[in-house]
């Protein structure tokens, strides 16, 4: 082990041969035996991790129960608290990605939680209420959790106005205006 640092109870605590691993909060990185290249700032935050490498957890029990995933970055308390497998999320705000264990390659902003196999999606809340949404196939989400096309909004999410344009034409509605198409 080289090039470590190590501050509060029991940080790097498992530590062996875990290289370039910085783990500052009351149990951070405890678990970790041979993974390089973390950063765990909040008290424990990766605690668990043993061998993932190239996370960052920045907040109380970031990516607490990470125990193999890589490349993951969590910015909150409890963001991607859950996480034991999954690889390259990047969860920002209080709990988000949560619920998350195994699912890989999503981004969430916002209170949160996800599913636990969510992957290949991009996620914006705000409070724990899911607002829009890209999934793996590319389909935007406003208002609704499965987009079926390239543009899915939900009635619920209260749009009064829409424009789609390209270079040739365009298309638009309001929902305020006497003729609802022009």
Not at 100 to 115: E, K, L, Q, R, V
Not at 121 to 128: D, E, F, K, Q, Y
């Amino acid at each position: 082990a080289s090039n470590n640092t190590a501050v509060g109870y029991s940080a790097l605590g498992a530590n062996t041969t875990g290289a370039e691993n910085t783990a500052v909060g009351d149990e951070a990185l405890l678990a970790n035996t041979t993974a390089s290249n973390n950063t765990a700032l909040g008290r424990r935050s990766l605690t668990t991790n043993t061998t993932g490498a190239n996370n960052t957890a920045v907040g109380r029990e970031a990516l607490k129960y990470n125990t193999t995933a890589s490349s993951n970055t969590a910015v909150g308390y409890g963001a991607s608290g859950s996480n034991t497998t999954g690889s390259k999320n990047v969860c920002i705000g209080f709990g988000a990605g949560d619920a998350i264990t195994t699912g890989s390659n999503n981004t969430i902003i916002g209170d949160y939680a996800g599913t636990t196999t969510l992957a290949d999606t991009i996620v914006l809340a705000s409070g724990t209420t899911e607002r829009m949404r890209i999934d793996g196939s590319g389909n935007l989400g406003v208002g609704t959790t499965s987009p079926t096309t390239q543009v899915t909004a939900s009635k619920s999410a209260n749009i009064s106005q829409v424009a789609i344009t390209s270079s040739s034409n365009a298309v638009a509605w309001d929902a305020t205006a006497a003729a609802n198409a022009y």
